[in-house]
């Protein structure tokens, strides 16, 4: 847009307002005032209104306005009979881009005998610059934005304090169930192995019903062991990294018990008693047993080192012996290192397997501490899973 003017004279004052605003006043019929309302124009639709005071017989008003483009497009706007005049209860008139029906058309009068006398220039009103932040479609969204987080925030609260009621619910029944396995399932195997062994002592040494109840007496324990695991795994009193930690050690030590393996241990001693799930838990726990299980074996190992650190924001287990070893390279990979591997992607953690001929073989692995604390928003920032060589 290249220019905007707007000359205007009203028998006997005028206040003259553009898109609602008041851009100018002035009085006296006799000379125009001419405004640059450049500033003002934008594409879309506008509106001109003028409120007219005459304080004798017949009011007049003489208006145009000339827009030129800057394509050389001419657009006059001229005051008319299209124009219409309000009544004075009417609302928002300075406003409304179509005029009712009942609004009077404007009346054109003949009295005009020439033109002014003199054109004036007048300074309009500086535009009214609404910020960002003030402007109606903005303050609506951010009241909706509130809206919706506040009803977010109640939704969220309300899972949290069910699920919250919801684990302390299921934390209660584990315990129950430990105890009555502990107590009742456990008690009865135990029994079972002693009523078994005095049998066997009666039996000859040598004869088969001795043979069959002393396979029977050792599967029983076996099964006592299994079940004092699961026990372990379900009991909710036990669900922190130190608690597993310190099973690790009580199950190296009776599995190297009576065997010609040694074991040492390096344990961290402010290892954090932070909350770990039962599904990460079982996986921590199978892993290292099946990592042990292997030493006893196949390593033919005299020594097994056990560690168990903090690393950052991970628990670090290492289980390391100094047998025999395997090449990694020619050895075709087996289920038991696989399902190891496996455990510990489901946990969100690392895995990896180190060994050599002649050297020992090292197994490491570690996850995240904050894997299982909270509720499970936590998962949603967990690592990205990655597999280390094997």
């Known amino acids: 847009m290249r220019l905007a003017r707007l000359r205007i004279t009203v028998d006997n004052a005028y206040e ?4 609602g605003q ?19 124009l934008h594409p879309g639709t506008h509106v001109l209104a003028v409120s007219a005071l005459n304080d004798f017989d017949v009011a007049g008003l003489i208006c145009g306005l000339r827009v030129e483009l800057e394509d050389g497009r001419v657009m006059e706007i001229v005051s008319d009979a299209s124009w219409k005049i309000p009544p004075n209860d009417a609302r928002s008139w300075k406003q409304v881009t179509q ?27 500086e535009p009214i610059v609404v910020p960002l932040w003030q402007r109606g479609w903005v303050l ?6 509130a809206v919706v987080c506040g009803l977010t925030a109640l939704f969220l609260a309300s899972r949290l304090i069910i699920q919250s009621r919801m684990k302390a619910s299921v934390r209660r029944e584990r315990a129950r169930i430990a105890e009555d396995l502990h107590d009742g399932i456990g008690g009865g195997l135990t029994q079972m192995i002693l009523l078994g062994e005095k049998a066997r002592r009666i039996l000859p040494a040598d004869s088969a019903e001795a043979a069959t109840l002393a ?45 010609p393996v040694r074991c040492r241990f390096d344990i961290e001693d ?4 932070l909350p770990c799930d039962i599904g990460t838990r079982r996986n921590l726990f199978m892993t290292a047993k099946e990592a042990l299980n292997n030493i006893l074996r196949h390593s ?22 100094n047998g025999r070893g395997f090449d990694q390279t020619t050895t075709r990979e087996g289920n038991g290192l696989r399902n190891m591997a496996g455990r510990i992607f489901e946990a969100g953690g690392q895995f990896k397997v180190m060994s050599c001929i002649g050297a020992g073989t090292k197994v490491e692995f570690r996850v995240p501490l904050h894997a299982s604390v909270g509720f499970g928003i936590a998962r949603f920032f967990r690592r990205k899973r990655t597999a280390l060589p094997l």
């Not at 003259?16 to 898109?19: A, H, T």
């Open 215 to 259: 396979e029977l007496c050792g599967q029983s324990r076996g099964l006592l062991g299994e079940m004092d695991e699961t026990v372990w795994l379900i009991n909710s009193q036990r669900d922190t990294f130190r608690d597993f930690a310190s099973y690790i050690v009580k199950h190296a030590e009776l599995l190297f018990q009576n065997s």
């Open 140 to 145: 609506a969204s951010l009241l909706l934005a």
């Open 300 to 321: 033919q190992a005299s020594l097994a080192e056990v560690g168990i650190h903090r690393c950052h924001q991970d628990l670090v287990v290492t289980i390391e012996d």
């Open 99 to 125: 005029a009712w029906e009942k609004w009077p058309a404007a009346t054109v009068l003949s009295f005009w005998t020439g033109p002014p006398d003199l054109v004036y220039s007048a300074q309009p009103s």
């Open 270 to 273: 402010d290892l954090p008693s």
């Open 16 to 19: 003259l307002f553009l898109d």
């Open 22 to 40: 008041s851009i100018g006043r002035g009085n006296g019929w006799h000379n125009f005032i001419e405004y640059d309302v450049k500033l003002f």
